[in-house]
């Protein structure tokens, strides 16, 4: 029966379709979907691992078992697993393995826009990249296929519009999957003699798969009725292509992003008059089209920034644009914000009080480097918040040129003001190791965890610390002061954000500490569905002076009415962090 389901979710169904029996992943958007539909059914194991390269080795060792596997994650994700992708990439498979990752074109949830098709040249591993749902569940199938016949792990790429998009399909049956693990050292163990051994096998599967790509299904040429212009694209690219001109030229959909087919690219570009090639971010089929002696169109008119649309795309062919539909009036600007009654914000705001630089990482607390807060200093990759306060703190403790001690030098002039700020899960993720430099090569640094009891900005997903796992079931609990004791760090502390003087207190002692320390900043997401929040706030306008003190949080729920001090009843969650800040008592508990 056909149904229309989003671009993850259908790739969990060709997950179930295919016989899949075990999935591995670390939460990320746009892929984050992907696994938690995959939980939900009964035939596959699926789980949250503590990062991306954990989840791959997981799942390259349940695929090692003779299970069909798969791990997923985002763009920047991949990072992280890329270790082991490429050398499994050497060893190959036992049953079916899939590494599905999410590209995020225009940076709507990311730090950066890399493109992931890079990786699966640089590391000679397939590459599949569906277009749409019904794509997404057939290339899934397709993949494992791929993976057994070819003995290699597949990559599924996914971009943000594709996945979070919905598309009709038409679901089938799951067939079940499963063979014998051998043992078979010169394949798997990968010490040199091996290796050297493996490489040439690569090549010849490489040349394999490009003879494959030749006449796969996963590619195929669309006819028009002009010739004047023929078009090469794939994924997102390919629909605002078909939308724009329909079949009015020839189009070359490209399912299998790589490796490339050479002769079949070749007998389109003389089939046509003009070749086109129409692709996000990078020049990736761009280059491999003028590698082969060829001339086309591509990023001198396209760009390698942001996501395309059906706009931009008839604008770089023909300079006209068809206008959307728009309202008349304006609508106000909405700059992203941390939520009412968000347990950060207190912890951000004596920071900012204190004048303490702040080395920030990912999560919704990196929201705390938007004003007027402005709290962080830098936000780069998971866990680089630590490992980044090390450095900054054991290199401004060196003698600066020319001074005769480290007295003279910036920590010595100014004191210790800088503190690493991460979250409960992207410490788990990877900022323990962080955490093991500082101990071990003992710099005198303050990491402070902001724990929320949840992976908070991927919606809500559970990590090693929340006491639950992937299903909601109960699970090993990390005990973060005891896991921060048992690396090296002797000082550590537990403070309630909401309580601001005794965040105050904690900063001033740690960073005056002759030694590292940890703070963890501890109170659960005001958004889970189980904490109770107390009675909304409300404002005695005879005592509010409009000194806009409960404006410096930046809390959604207050703003300034006719000069005075508003609190929005529906927003306010009773955090109480307002109320310390006014020296005039204008804000009470409310009856409400």
Not at 96 to 111: E, K, R, T, Y
Not at 529 to 538: E, I, M, S, T
Not at 567 to 588: E, P, W
Request: hydrophobic content about 40%; aromatic content about 6%; some cysteine.
């Amino acid at each position: 029966m056909k149904t229309l389901m989003l671009g993850n979710e259908a790739v969990a169904r060709g997950l179930f379709e295919a016989g899949c029996a075990f999935v591995s992943s670390y939460p990320g958007t746009p892929s984050t979907e992907i696994t938690e539909a995959a939980a939900k059914y009964q035939e596959i194991y699926a789980e949250w691992a503590p990062n991306e390269k954990v989840a791959l080795e997981s799942a390259f060792g349940a695929c090692l078992a003779g299970r069909r596997s798969f791990c997923g994650m985002k763009h920047v994700g991949l990072n992280v697993a890329a270790d082991p992708l490429f050398t499994i990439a050497y060893t190959g498979v036992n049953a079916g393995l899939i590494i599905g990752v999410a590209d995020d074109p225009g940076m709507h949830s990311s730090q950066n826009e890399q493109d992931s098709r890079h990786y699966a040249r640089a590391s000679k591993i397939p590459m599949l990249e569906p277009a749409d749902s019904a794509e997404a569940i057939a290339f899934t199938k397709a993949a494992y296929e791929l993976s057994e016949q070819f003995d290699t792990p597949v990559l599924l790429k996914m971009c943000t519009r594709v996945a979070h998009s919905q598309s009709v399909v038409e679901p089938g049956e799951r067939t079940e999957f499963a063979k014998a693990y051998e043992k078979n050292p010169a394949k798997y163990i990968m010490m040199p003699g091996n290796a050297k051994r493996r490489h040439p096998v690569v090549e010849e599967r490489t040349a394999a798969l490009v003879a494959y790509a030749e006449t796969s299904p996963l590619n195929r040429v669309e006819a028009g009725t002009s010739n004047e212009i023929g078009i090469i694209t794939s994924s997102t690219s390919y629909q605002y292509v078909k939308e724009v001109f329909g079949d009015k030229y020839p189009v070359m959909k490209l399912g299998m992003i790589w490796p490339l087919p050479e002769q079949k690219i070749i007998d389109f570009a003389k089939s046509v008059r003009t070749l086109v090639v129409v692709e996000e971010l990078d020049s990736f089929i761009e280059s491999h089209v003028r590698d082969l002696g060829l001339a086309c169109v591509g990023k001198s008119k396209f760009s390698c920034i942001g996501e395309f649309s059906q706009n931009f795309i008839r604008e770089q062919f023909d300079g006209t644009v068809t206008a959307g539909k728009t309202l008349d009036v304006n609508i106000p600007a909405r700059p992203p914000v941390m939520c009412a009654g968000c347990p950060h914000r207190g912890l951000f705001y004596t920071l900012v009080k204190n004048k303490v630089t702040a080395m920030g990482d990912i999560g919704c607390y990196t929201l705390g480097a938007v004003p007027p807060l402005a709290a962080l200093d830098t936000t780069i990759c998971m866990g680089a918040s630590v490992s980044g306060l090390h450095g900054f703190n054991k290199a401004s403790s060196l003698p600066l040129p020319g001074a005769g001690s480290t007295a003279d030098s910036a920590v010595g002039a100014t004191g210790r003001r800088t503190v690493a700020v991460i979250g409960d899960s992207t410490f788990m993720h990877s900022g323990i190791t962080g955490l093991v430099n500082i101990a071990y090569n003992d710099s005198n640094s303050t990491v402070i965890i902001v724990d929320n009891s949840i992976t908070g900005m991927t919606g809500h997903q559970q990590n090693p610390t929340t006491g639950m796992n992937l299903k909601g079931d109960p699970a090993a609990k990390i005990d973060l002061e005891t896991l921060c004791r048992a690396v090296g760090i002797r000082r550590v502390r537990v403070v309630d954000p909401y309580d601001l003087a005794a965040c105050d207190t904690a900063i001033k002692e740690e960073l005056a500490a002759n030694e590292p320390s940890v703070i963890i900043s501890r109170r659960p997401c005001a958004l889970l569905k189980y904490v109770k929040h107390d009675k909304p706030l409300a404002v005695d306008a005879d005592k509010c002076k409009s000194c806009k003190a409960c404006m410096k949080i930046g809390c959604p729920a207050i703003s300034m009415v006719n000069g005075k001090a508003k609190v929005d009843n529906t927003l306010c969650t009773g955090c109480g962090v307002c109320a310390q800040l006014c020296k005039f008592d204008a804000l009470k508990k409310g009856d409400k």
